[in-house]
């Protein structure tokens, strides 16, 4: 690259080699110079759209592959062979003239393809939307952009689009005002989109822990007593009623600390390479629980995804590392898998030798079928909104997760750890109802609980910082009535249906984990 641009610029000593003085250059040299920096910037294009992930930090250092690819094929003018058979081919100048439209098309109907979906998009459909975001993108430039360019008269076509762009931004702002209520008001799906959408972690009230360098070391309260928290996302979503009963409980007088990171398993060895922020998370936890002022400690991750496969992105590679051995997890017989359960027990002895009371906190139910989206049910034939509220059999989800919570016990057994069992709580003897008071979501997604219910209901962690108080079994009679459900056959079942113009159909499915 650097030989190429100093020949560009005919910069010293590559200025013997310029088109002045091009004559007499070997033709090594010159096959080089003509074909390298374009073959280059390909390359650099190509790397930046296949190599990069969502996890990857950008923009950033890596902005700079697809700015300097693309500046060497501009560079390399009209005439370069792959701007000249490539880019300069028929179908792609026209790509490049209905490219604005495209790219205004092609999210929206991405969009509705998710929300068609219930978050389950897959290959067939998206290939589907894309195709008819050519279709539209070109009918927009044919019979919207291009007559607007051609057009000479003076005053009509600018009034025209103000007039128009004035009367979209009124009927957003309605809408921004509630003026306009959406249809789907009588459903509940205002809960539902609020679910997925809170973020209640990292609270206002938390503040980074003096003297640790990470952001994920975090504090709230100033009592005698030290709690931490440590694990991924999984304990982060805990905290709103942590923070509730910091605020309006007499556990105010706790000191919560949080040693947490989404993503990042607090076991040692365990690591990924895509998520830098998880470097250091695991030794931050240990450091942190030495300290005397910190008599419980909890841990709690996404177990099941980690160590059985469960709900872990496909992008993501989760494998354990020592001196010794080096290999994936994503199942429990696994020689990995193995060793990093083994170093999470010994983590787990060392904090209950020192005369810590460890909890490790159990998979709660997890799976597609308990994402809130997936109640809302639309089609591209039915304008209309209907919730499907599905009957989940708690026997199935307990089954599924046996394997890793049946290892999580042992180890608590062997520790002299204590298990707190969120399936326990929050599923009945027969199923894990999806809503509770108020139409409420249990959940904020497949993997985590909603907010809302977190901080009102989740009430089996109280005992962290309530000592002496027992973790309930089950939830009470009345918060079980709260929760909706339906029987087999349709009928409605020992708990009160959603009342309304909902539909719940007591069709489920099974879907692989």
Not at 66 to 75: E, H
Not at 176 to 205: K, W
Request: charged share 20%; proline share 9%; with cysteine.
């Amino acid at each position: 690259l650097v030989v190429g641009f100093g020949f560009k610029i005919a910069l010293v000593p590559f200025h013997q080699w310029s088109p002045d003085a091009y004559e007499g250059a070997p033709t090594p040299v010159t096959a080089f110079l003509s074909v390298g920096p374009k073959a280059a910037g390909l390359a650099m294009l190509l790397s930046a759209t296949f190599a990069f992930t969502r996890h990857d930090l950008f923009p950033g250092w890596r902005a700079m592959v697809p700015v300097f690819g693309t500046a060497l094929l501009i560079d390399a003018g009209m005439q370069a062979p792959l701007n000249r058979l490539v880019l300069g081919h028929r179908a792609m100048v026209f790509i490049g003239a209905i490219s604005y439209p495209l790219y205004l098309w092609h999210w929206p109907l991405l969009s509705f393809a998710h929300i068609i979906a219930g978050g389950d998009v897959g290959r067939a459909a998206t290939w589907a939307a894309v195709g008819i975001a050519f279709v539209l993108a070109w009918a927009t430039w044919r019979f919207i952009e291009w007559p607007i360019r051609r057009a000479t008269s003076g005053t009509r076509i600018p009034l025209l689009l103000a007039g128009t762009l004035a009367s979209v931004g009124v009927l957003g702002l309605l809408d921004f005002r509630l003026v306009l209520p959406p249809r789907s008001d009588s459903l509940g799906v205002r809960n539902i989109v609020e679910a997925t959408t809170t973020r209640a972690f990292p609270g206002p009230d938390l503040r980074q822990i003096p003297g640790e360098a990470s952001d994920n070391a975090r504090e709230q309260g100033s009592g005698p007593r030290a709690v931490l928290f440590i694990g991924d996302s999984q304990m982060e979503q805990y905290y709103p009623r942590i923070n509730w009963l910091l605020s309006y409980q007499p556990a105010g007088s706790v000191h919560i600390l949080y040693s947490s990171q989404g993503g990042c398993p607090p076991v040692p060895g365990v690591r990924e390479d895509h998520l830098p922020l998880c470097k250091g998370l695991v030794e931050q936890g240990i450091r942190l629980a030495a300290r005397p002022d910190i008599d419980t400690v909890v841990i709690d991750a996404d177990w099941a995804g980690y160590f059985m496969g469960l709900r872990t992105p496909d992008d993501l590679d989760y494998y354990y590392e020592d001196a010794n051995i080096r290999g994936p997890l994503g199942d429990l017989e696994t020689p990995a898998s193995k060793r990093a359960l083994r170093r999470l027990q010994d983590m787990v002895q060392d904090m209950t030798s020192k005369g810590k009371r460890v909890y490790i906190v159990l998979p709660s139910p997890t799976g597609a079928e308990f994402r809130p989206r997936r109640m809302v049910q639309r089609s591209f034939t039915d304008m209309s909104f209907r919730l499907h509220v599905p009957v989940i059999s708690s026997s199935m989800v307990s089954t599924r997760m046996q394997p890793i919570v049946a290892e999580l016990r042992r180890i608590a057994g062997q520790t002299g750890a204590e298990v707190i069992d969120p399936v326990a709580f929050l599923c009945n003897h027969d199923t894990c109802p999806l809503l509770s008071a108020g139409d409420v979501p249990v959940y904020k997604d497949s993997t985590h609980l909603n907010p809302r219910f977190v901080r009102m209901e989740a009430t089996y962690l109280d005992q962290v910082l309530q000592p002496g108080q027992s973790m309930p079994k089950q939830m009470s009679t009345n918060q079980h009535a709260n929760l909706h459900t339906r029987a087999d056959d349709g009928t409605p079942g020992p708990f009160p249906a959603p009342t309304g113009s909902r539909k719940a159909d007591p069709a489920f499915t099974d879907p692989a984990p």
